[in-house]
C-alpha cells in the first residue's frame, strides 16, 4: 500500500550541528588548498593571528598560527619578552567557549571521532588508569610547552618548541606527511625524528579507533588549557533536574566519560552536545544563555 511504502522510506542521514561546525572549521582553518598541491606553507596576513585549536603553522593549507606553537616561540626566545598576545587569545577562547573549542572546531578532533566509527571492539580503559592518564594533557601542558622553552634556551638563546618537535600529532599529520609528499627534497631530509613523530601520529590514530579521543583525554596541552575554564565559561551546559530521569543514556554516550548527572560542566566536557541528542526528556540545554524550564516559562509570564 502506498502508505505502508511510504513508512518504509528511510530518511536521508543529516550532519549533526557537531560535524557540520567541524567540517566549516577545518575548511575555515586550512583553506588554503593551493599549498597542498605546491607544498608551500601560507605566509599571507593571517598567519599573524591565532585560531583556537592545534593547527600547524607548517601545515600547506593553514591559514593561521597554531596558539601552542606560538605560545612555545615566544617563550622559547629571551627576545620576545612575555607572550600577552598569545595567553590573551587562549584566555579569550577559554572564557568565552571553554572545551567547546575542542568539541566543536578542532580538526584532530574531527579525525579522532570519524575514526572511532570504525566498527572494532571499543576499550573501555579502567578507571584505576583512566583517572590519572587524564593528568597527563596538564604535565604536557607545563613541561613541554612551558618550562622547557622558558627555561631550556639553547647557546642561541632560543629553544626548540618542544611539544611540536617532539609530540604534536596534528603537526605531523596536518603539517609533516603533506610536506613530505609534495616536496621530494624534504623527503630525503626526514630523519629519525620524523620516524618517531610517524610513530606516534599512528599509536593515537590506532587508538582512536578503541578509545574516544586518546589524545584530547591523554595528552593535549590545549585541551588541559581550556579544560581550566570550563565550570566558568560563558558557553555552558545545564541539566534540569526536575526533568532527568537518572537513566544515564547521557554518561554512556559521552565520548569522554563525563558523569553528566554528577557534573556537567567537568573539565573534561568538551561541550559536544550528544548528551543532549539522546536525552528522553530533553532534560540537557546548552549555549550562552541557558536555564531551566521553569526558569524560562517564569520569564514568559513576567513578560
Known amino acids: 500500500?502506498?502508505?505502508?511504502?511510504?513508512?518504509?522510506?528511510?530518511?536521508?542521514?543529516?550532519?549533526?550541528?557537531q560535524r557540520t561546525m567541524q567540517?566549516?572549521?577545518?575548511?575555515?582553518?586550512?583553506?588554503?588548498?593551493?599549498?597542498?598541491g605546491k607544498g608551500k606553507i601560507f605566509t599571507g596576513g593571517s598567519k599573524a593571528f591565532c585560531v583556537p585549536v592545534l593547527n600547524c603553522y607548517s601545515c600547506p593549507g593553514a591559514l593561521g598560527a597554531c596558539p601552542i606553537g606560538s605560545l612555545q616561540a615566544v617563550l622559547g626566545d629571551r627576545r620576545s619578552g612575555f607572550p600577552f598576545y598569545v595567553l590573551g587569545t587562549l584566555m579569550l577562547f577559554g572564557v568565552?567557549?571553554?572545551?567547546?573549542?575542542?568539541?566543536?572546531?578542532c580538526p584532530f578532533?574531527?579525525?579522532?571521532?570519524?575514526?572511532?566509527?570504525?566498527?572494532?571492539?571499543?576499550?573501555?580503559?579502567?578507571?584505576?588508569?583512566d583517572r590519572p592518564a587524564r593528568y597527563g594533557k596538564y604535565v604536557v601542558l607545563l613541561v613541554l610547552v612551558v618550562l622547557l622553552?622558558?627555561?631550556?634556551?639553547?647557546?642561541?638563546?632560543?629553544?626548540?618548541?618542544?611539544?611540536?618537535?617532539?609530540?604534536c600529532p596534528a603537526g605531523t599529520l596536518g603539517g609533516g606527511i603533506p610536506l613530505l609528499l609534495a616536496n621530494p627534497g624534504l623527503r630525503q631530509a626526514a630523519g629519525v625524528l620524523f620516524g618517531w613523530k610517524t610513530l606516534v601520529l599512528a599509536v593515537i590514530l590506532i587508538a582512536s579507533m578503541f578509545i574516544h579521543r586518546p589524545f584530547c583525554k591523554y595528552l593535549c596541552p590545549l585541551g588541559a588549557f581550556y579544560?581550566?575554564?570550563?565550570?566558568?565559561?560563558?558557553?555552558?551546559?545545564?541539566?534540569?533536574?526536575?526533568?532527568?530521569?537518572?537513566?544515564k543514556k547521557c554518561e554512556q554516550t559521552c565520548p569522554m566519560d563525563v558523569e553528566i548527572t554528577r557534573q556537567i560542566?567537568?573539565?573534561e566536557c568538551i561541550r559536544c552536545g550528544k548528551c543532549k541528542n539522546v536525552c528522553p526528556t530533553g532534560a540537557i540545554f546548552s549555549g550562552?544563555?541557558?536555564?531551566?524550564?521553569?526558569?524560562?516559562?517564569?520569564?514568559?509570564?513576567e513578560s
Open 1 to 17: 500500500m502506498p502508505g505502508m511504502h511510504r513508512n518504509r522510506v528511510k530518511k536521508k542521514p543529516r550532519l549533526s550541528f
Open 23 to 36: 567540517l566549516l572549521a577545518a575548511i575555515l582553518f586550512n583553506g588554503y588548498v593551493i599549498g597542498f
Open 96 to 105: 568565552v567557549l571553554g572545551r567547546a573549542v575542542c568539541g566543536l572546531l
Open 109 to 129: 578532533g574531527l579525525v579522532q571521532d570519524l575514526l572511532h566509527k570504525i566498527p572494532v571492539k571499543k576499550v573501555k580503559v579502567p578507571t584505576l588508569i
Open 149 to 167: 622553552p622558558a627555561f631550556a634556551a639553547t647557546e642561541t638563546g632560543l629553544a626548540p618548541p618542544y611539544f611540536c618537535k617532539y609530540l
Open 227 to 247: 579544560a581550566l575554564f570550563n565550570r566558568f565559561s560563558f558557553y555552558q551546559m545545564h541539566l534540569d533536574r526536575d526533568k532527568c530521569v537518572n537513566c
Open 265 to 267: 560542566n567537568s573539565p
Open 288 to 301: 550562552f544563555t541557558c536555564h531551566t524550564a521553569k526558569e524560562r516559562e517564569a520569564r514568559s509570564g
